[in-house]
């Protein structure tokens, strides 16, 4: 959620900053800003409010410093605007703040500064940030004690850098809840709130930790604490390949993603499948057998769409290891009080692992004594460390907002988890060996799904202009029906509800007409009559009808019929909702939406 970046080196700044905002701006995109320290001394500013082409437009050829920072901006204090986008300067135009998270007690410190002279130039929090450092960086005080100081005065979640005009041959940068990584070059030092700004320049990194600051120069950096006692830091390297971060000749990362699914479920489970004893390998988990044999109960927490993969997970572990186990909202757990027991496992799911609810129902499961496995994508990132172990999904970066490979990921790493689980309770090895080939098999059924896209495109303008969809499903096809009204209704904006086919009669029948088309989920497993049932029961009401399906079902059923390839039952839910994505997918380009970027939303939301 808003994306920062900063430069300092013997180049033009300006050119990296650009970029590297536009890598970041599926982070947030409704305004964006640059500051550089002018060679001539003094700070230069743009900001503007829409996408970065729009900053880009606005920036003068001689908009040129060694020195500078960046922010594209998803607003959270004040409406998307000029005034409101980053970075905010002091009355003195003598600092240069980029923000992202949420001062608390920002209400309270604006009136004190404003008592004290500041005239506030916009309705942020952010800027508090920058007439505080700029009240405590007077009369020669170094850039870092200034903004250590006024950190000290902050209540809240922020990732910063700091730009200063009297010292433009440092940067100072500071994380609180919200992430900053600092990117290593020759001679040059770069600083960003996510990697992908960063892999053109340099692969060596350093994660700031929570509570650390940074001054960052051309030729190196120091990390510190808000108590100035220095820390170490060894930079890792990043092994993501650049070519990641382009659409690599698709029309939409969201395209590429949902296409690179054969290859990141293939990385998912790389090394980590055991013939000879038909289980599964997670180095990862930091758990023996007999620790696992221990636990009687799993809690699966998640946001969105990691939640959904949460349920499909939930379903896994109970199937295959007959364990109970149980998927909720991170958001809801957090503030309910939860109930934290011994014997249950907790598995935390994020893609980006940031999403700060997920985040805080981690840390409250840990501050009560529970323990907790991630199942994230971003190695690093803050839920990963903050987990006692846990399965990287290693699906690569995932820039479009909507997920795609990461949750099928998701999926395919709780099948391990169920897998080994299971061989450790009581899943035969017969049973072992049916989901070890299931697994294996995934990539090329996938492919075979995709193969479909053309046809799923014509299917998608047919129905795109739909009042609304209704997706429904049984156990299994659930989950499957829940992240297909996800997707389709956040990338498309078409009004779509998820339903238990078995619920339909209780309610949601009386929505059923030509205009409200059903998407059904029909696997050829134990349910299979009962989901036809419930097709009669919407044709009998004259509702059309998309079956996802592995054998199309009569005629006088469906109106149309996606069929995908069978996996075994447990599995199925991964093949399903594949295609699933791509109606979501086409429906959007159908209606002319920007796909990548959907209206109102982020790709991690790092507040609460
Ligand atoms: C849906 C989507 C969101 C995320 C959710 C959690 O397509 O992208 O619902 O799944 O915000 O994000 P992560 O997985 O990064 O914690």
Known sequence: MCGIVAYIGPKDATPFLLEGLARLEYRGYDSAGVAVAGRTGGLKLRKVKGRVADLAAAVPARFKGGTGIGHTRWATHGVPSDANAHPHLDNAERIAVVHNGIIENAD???????????????????????????????????????????????????GIAVLDAEQPDRIVVARNGSPIVLGIGEKEMFAASDVSALVRYTRQVVHLEDGELATVRADGFRTFTADARTTHRQPSTVDWEIDSFDTGGYEHYLLKEIHEQPGSVERTLSGRLDERFSTAHLGGLNLDARELREIRRVKILGCGSAYY???????????????????????????????????????????????????????EIKRKGGRVLGVVNTVGSAIARECDGGIYLHAGPEVSVA???????????????????????????????????????????????????????????????????????????????REGAQKLKEISYVHAEAYPASELKHGPLALISPELP?????????????????????????????????????????????????????????????PLQLLAYHAAVALGRDVDKPRNLAKSVTVE
């Open 108 to 158: 309270e410190l604006r009136a004190k500064l404003t008592a004290d002279g500041a005239v506030f130039r916009s309705e942020t929090d952010t800027e508090v940030l920058s007439h505080l450092i700029a009240a405590h960086a007077a009369g020669g005080v170094e850039l870092e004690d200034a903004v250590r100081a006024a950190l000290g005065r902050v209540v809240g979640t922020y």
């Open 309 to 363: 993969a949460g349920e499909m997970g939930a379903q896994l572990i109970e199937e295959l290891a007959r364990i109970p186990a149980h998927s909720e909202p991170a958001s809801e757990f957090r503030y309910r009080n939860p109930v934290i027991e011994a014997d249950t496992l907790y598995v935390a799911v994020s893609q980006s692992g940031e999403t700060y609810d997920t985040l805080a129902a981690v840390q």
């Open 403 to 481: 997920s795609t490979k990461a949750f099928t990921s998701t999926v395919v790493a709780f099948a391990l988890l169920a897998l080994h689980f299971g061989r450790i309770h009581d899943l035969s090895p017969a049973d072992g060996r049916r989901i070890v080939a299931a697994l294996q098999a995934l990539p090329d059924q996938i492919r075979e799904v995709l193969d479909q896209s053309e046809a799923i495109a014509k299917l998608a303008a047919e129905y795109a202009d739909s009042t609304g969809m209704m997706f429904i499903g049984r156990v299994r096809g659930y989950p499957v029906a």
């Open 518 to 578: 059903t998407v059904a989920l029909v696997p050829d497993d134990e349910l299979l009559d009962k989901n036809l049932t419930t097709l009669g029961e919407i044709k009998a009401r004259s509702g059309r009808v998309i079956a996802v399906a592995h054998r199309r079902p009569e005629d006088r059923l469906v109106d149309h019929c996606i069929l995908v390839p069978k996996s075994e039952p447990e599995l199925d839910p991964l093949l399903l909702n594949i």
